[in-house]
């Protein structure tokens, strides 16, 4: 069994957040946001928030390290 699609979101100035829930909802892919201070998400079990560092890049290789063959990365 192979792992299901997960997107990982730079999410400190993306402007298309809100497309991003929409198509996770639909295909029930799990999404974590990324960024360097408090983000607004929504209540939703495929919905996460992860807050990293204020330091140059810090969203950028947290998500480097984390992403693999199965993840779509948005930043």
Not at 8 to 30: F, G, H, S, T
């Amino acid at each position: 069994m192979t792992a299901p699609l997960h997107i990982l979101v730079d999410a400190d100035a993306c402007p298309v957040k809100d497309e991003i829930y929409k198509v996770a909802w639909r295909r029930a892919v799990a999404v974590t946001i990324v960024a360097n201070s408090f983000i607004r998400i929504p209540d939703h079990p495929l919905i996460a928030r992860e807050i990293v560092s204020d330091g140059f890049d810090a969203a950028d290789d947290w998500i480097a390290e984390r992403a693999g063959p199965k993840t779509a990365v948005i930043t």
